[in-house]
């Protein structure tokens, strides 16, 4: 059986040979790991690459193309994000070629200066029951044995949030990373007066942090890209986690795994009372 | 030395905001730290700015609805009553403590419960001491 890679470049070159597809987003190597990468030419397939450094989301990239037909390479994750996106209407199903590979796990992003050896998977990726999308028009099975996945962690311990916020630099790393930070106008910076300002005031970190979490309950995927993109390592996929509990506990809701089922939030049974 | 008083900012519905104005007319006496804010409908409220409320300095943030059973066909109080349950489990996680955001049923005619149900909160505030979220997110380890 062949690796999972090189079937994945002789599919790739497939659609785009066939022209089924305009093009084709995946990851290819670079120094720091892998990089997205863009592919319309069917004999740049060679670049593209599997392995467990393709922690990013590709889905943040799919809305930039609606015009087109795109092959997108998607994890267990991701597949739930198109889910979900495909819910509010913010893609189109059948311009989309999902290409869904069975993903075991990521690494945590290496920090700058330290070494390769002895990598960890992802704490996210440790709870994750989803490692296959759950749309998808093409499977490819990796053959490799699942990462080496440390005894789960009992995640009773809590963390102290208030200081971990104090260390957020406002990049806004996490809004351009996620894939369902999608509004043109986004409500954190695009009230007048805003809700957080790009100043320095630490105490607004408070209700910035918060009201991502609010927007985010019910609709993360915990694909953690929020979390790997971010430079102080706050681990927001944790809080969005508590939050997708509560979900899950009132309204049996699962984000991104059933394509029928509504979002709770735009359901309304007539009759329905507390 | 200043003695604390709880802060609290009351988001009243228009019906349940009547009932505030029937408080008054009726001569009950309630504590005087509730700063009432008289929204269209309960359900209006985004859960961002109770959030920012209590960043700007609010010590709890109460939102009175109008109660769901009353309304006829659909019940905006319900999406209320949703979104705070959701807050009060985001605050718990963060590590403020949940009871600082409340719900209240309140009708437009309703003026001596809303009276007593906010002494009752007031109290219990000032059990729960200040919240002081600058203080908290400012002080370096």
Same mark, same amino acid.
């Given at each position: 059986?062949?690796?999972? *890679?090189? *079937?994945?470049?002789?599919?790739?070159?497939?659609?785009? *040979?066939?022209?089924?597809?305009?093009?084709? !987003?995946?990851?290819?190597?670079?120094?720091?790991?892998?990089?997205? $990468?863009?592919?319309?030419?069917?004999?740049?397939?060679?670049?593209?690459?599997?392995?467990?450094?393709?922690?990013?989301?590709?889905?943040?990239?799919?809305?930039?193309?609606? *015009? &087109?037909?795109?092959?997108? =390479?998607?994890?267990?994750?991701?597949?739930?994000? !198109?889910?979900?996106?495909?819910?509010?209407?913010?893609?189109?199903?059948?311009?989309?070629? =999902? =290409?869904?590979?069975?993903?075991?796990? %990521?690494?945590?992003?290496?920090?700058?200066?330290?070494?390769?050896?002895?990598?960890?998977?992802?704490?996210?990726?440790?709870?994750?029951? %989803?490692?296959?999308?759950?749309?998808?028009?093409?499977?490819?099975? #990796?053959?490799? &044995?699942?990462?080496?996945?440390?005894?789960?962690?009992?995640?009773?311990?809590?963390?102290?949030?208030?200081?971990?916020?104090?260390?957020?630099? /406002?990049?806004?790393?996490?809004?351009? #990373? $996620?894939?369902?930070?999608?509004?043109?106008?986004?409500? !954190?910076?695009?009230?007048?007066?805003?809700?957080?300002?790009?100043?320095?005031?630490?105490?607004?970190?408070?209700?910035?942090?918060?009201? /991502?979490?609010?927007?985010?309950?019910?609709? $993360?995927?915990? $694909?953690?890209?929020?979390?790997?993109?971010?430079?102080?390592?706050?681990?927001?996929?944790?809080?969005?986690?508590?939050?997708?509990?509560?979900?899950?506990?009132?309204?049996?809701?699962?984000?991104?795994?059933?394509?029928?089922?509504?979002?709770?939030?735009? %359901?309304?049974? @007539?009759?329905?009372?507390? | 030395?200043?003695?604390?008083?709880?802060?609290?900012?009351?988001?009243?519905?228009?019906?349940?905001?009547?009932?505030?104005?029937?408080?008054?007319?009726?001569?009950?006496?309630?504590?005087?730290?509730?700063?009432?804010?008289?929204?269209?409908? #309960?359900?209006?409220?985004?859960? #961002?700015?109770?959030?920012?409320?209590?960043?700007?300095?609010?010590?709890?943030?109460?939102?009175?609805?109008?109660?769901? %059973?009353?309304?006829?066909?659909?019940?905006?109080?319900?999406?209320?009553?949703?979104?705070?349950?959701?807050?009060?489990?985001?605050?718990?996680?963060?590590?403020?403590? @949940?009871?600082?955001?409340?719900?209240?049923?309140?009708?437009?005619?309703?003026?001596? =419960?809303?009276?007593?149900?906010?002494?009752?909160?007031?109290?219990?505030?000032?059990?729960?001491?200040?919240?002081?979220?600058?203080?908290?997110?400012?002080?370096?380890?």
């Amino acid at each position: 059986m062949s690796s999972p *890679e090189t *079937e994945l470049r002789r599919l790739a070159r497939s659609l785009l *040979e066939k022209k089924a597809v305009d093009l084709v !987003i995946g990851y290819e190597k670079s120094e720091a790991g892998v990089r997205p $990468c863009f592919i319309s030419e069917p004999n740049e397939a060679e670049r593209l690459v599997w392995n467990p450094d393709c922690r990013l989301s590709l889905v943040r990239y799919l809305r930039g193309f609606k *015009e &087109k037909r795109v092959g997108i =390479i998607v994890k267990g994750c991701d597949g739930r994000a !198109i889910v979900e996106l495909i819910k509010e209407n913010q893609l189109d199903r059948r311009s989309t070629f =999902i =290409i869904a590979v069975e993903c075991n796990g %990521v690494y945590k992003p290496v920090k700058y200066g330290s070494s390769k050896l002895g990598r960890q998977i992802a704490e996210y990726c440790e709870k994750c029951e %989803v490692r296959i999308s759950p749309i998808r028009d093409h499977l490819i099975k #990796s053959d490799v &044995k699942a990462l080496e996945r440390p005894s789960p962690k009992n995640d009773g311990e809590p963390l102290d949030w208030l200081s971990l916020f104090r260390k957020c630099l /406002r990049c806004m790393a996490c809004v351009r #990373s $996620c894939p369902f930070c999608y509004c043109t106008e986004c409500s !954190i910076e695009g009230f007048k007066p805003a809700l957080v300002h790009k100043l320095v005031d630490p105490v607004e970190l408070f209700t910035f942090h918060l009201t /991502r979490a609010l927007h985010m309950a019910g609709r $993360c995927v915990e $694909c953690g890209a929020c979390e790997s993109s971010c430079p102080v390592e706050i681990p927001l996929t944790r809080l969005y986690h508590e939050l997708n509990e509560w979900f899950r506990e009132k309204y049996g809701y699962v984000p991104g795994v059933n394509l029928e089922q509504a979002p709770p939030p735009l %359901v309304f049974k @007539e009759g329905e009372k507390p | 030395m200043v003695v604390w008083k709880p802060k609290i900012i009351a988001f009243t519905c228009w019906c349940s905001s009547s009932g505030v104005d029937q408080a008054g007319f009726e001569g009950f006496k309630y504590p005087a730290n509730v700063l009432t804010v008289r929204v269209p409908c #309960s359900a209006i409220v985004n859960p #961002s700015l109770v959030v920012k409320a209590l960043q700007e300095g609010a010590d709890a943030v109460l939102l009175t609805a109008c109660k769901p %059973v009353e309304l006829r066909k659909i019940a905006p109080s319900r999406i209320t009553e949703a979104r705070v349950s959701l807050l009060r489990r985001l605050l718990n996680t963060v590590g403020v403590e @949940e009871d600082r955001v409340r719900i209240l049923w309140i009708s437009s005619n309703e003026g001596g =419960i809303f009276a007593s149900e906010v002494s009752r909160i007031v109290e219990e505030v000032e059990k729960l001491g200040p919240l002081n979220l600058r203080g908290k997110m400012i002080e370096q380890p």
